[in-house]
């Protein structure tokens, strides 16, 4: 199908808020939410398992009737809005869904893709414009030395050939010790070889309390790497609410 009558694969309608993390936090932005996840997240927190903070897009996807036109519309309405952040789930599934929304994007708006990287590969779309912004789950999956330096590789490549657009790492930080994760995690970013500048620790957690819990030695953490700590300001204000 195309054009604008493209269908889009998401989990429910595009919403109008702020960037709460990573890249951008702060600015006026509408996000784009995708169905659907190649992973499937899960980890101890406080000795209970927990799965992904959004299993309405990956262990039981929803699904939500958009077209191309209907987000041209949505963008129209939110001209004052700075950027798109496309999320999910996984956006990369839906790779030319993704370049679909860049191309009639405004010319002075910017576009962050969240991924957790696996398929990178699948987008062929470089820009100025374009951060890619890429979280690894290397403590929330069965992670192994092979399938970390795979990750890495892939991501390397990306780097390598995609010079225009922007690429960031971005770890999620749970209960797992800071001695397990600052070995893994300064291993990652060395293979990737990406400078200490595009590197973020933000803490894993559905509500302020949580983040509040271990924000300090992941403050501290980041500046013994020399990399940033981002805060997830939208579960502040607005008490982890959907679609904030």
């Known amino acids: 199908m195309n054009g604008h009558n493209m269908i889009l694969n998401l989990t429910d309608r595009p919403f109008y808020t702020i960037q709460g993390e990573?890249?951008?936090?702060?600015?006026?932005?509408?996000?784009?939410?995708?169905?659907?996840?190649?992973?499937?997240?899960?980890?101890?927190?406080n000795n209970v398992e927990s799965i992904c903070d959004t299993p309405y897009s990956s262990f039981k996807p929803e699904r939500h009737r958009e077209t191309l036109a209907d987000i041209v519309d949505f963008i129209?309405?939110?001209?004052?809005?700075?950027?798109?952040?496309?999320?999910?789930?996984?956006?990369?599934?839906y790779p030319d869904q993704v370049k679909a929304i860049f191309e009639v994007?405004?010319?002075?708006?910017?576009?962050?893709?969240?991924?957790?990287g696996w398929l990178l590969e699948n987008l062929d779309l470089d820009d100025e414009r374009l951060t890619l912004s890429v979280s690894p789950k290397l403590t929330t999956t069965d992670s192994t030395m092979a399938s970390r330096l795979k990750l890495a590789g892939i991501i390397k490549r990306s780097c390598s050939q995609?010079?225009?657009?922007?690429?960031?790492l971005k770890f999620v930080m749970n209960d797992m010790t800071p001695e397990i994760i600052t070995e893994m995690f300064q291993e990652f970013v060395e293979s990737v070889g990406l400078p200490s500048s595009n590197i973020y620790l933000m803490s894993e957690g559905v509500s302020a309390e949580a983040i509040d819990e271990k924000q300090l030695i992941i403050v501290e953490m980041a500046m013994a790497a020399g990399w940033h700590y981002t805060d997830r300001l939208?579960?502040?204000?607005?008490?982890?609410?959907?679609?904030t």
């Open 162 to 168: 995609k010079l225009k657009s922007r690429h960031i």
């Open 22 to 45: 990573g890249y951008g936090l702060g600015r006026p932005s509408i996000f784009i939410r995708f169905s659907g996840c190649n992973l499937r997240c899960r980890w101890f927190r």
């Open 76 to 93: 129209e309405k939110h001209s004052k809005s700075h950027q798109i952040v496309i999320t999910g789930g996984e956006p990369l599934l």
């Open 234 to 243: 939208h579960l502040r204000i607005w008490k982890g609410k959907r679609n």
């Open 105 to 116: 994007m405004p010319k002075h708006m910017e576009m962050t893709i969240e991924t957790n």
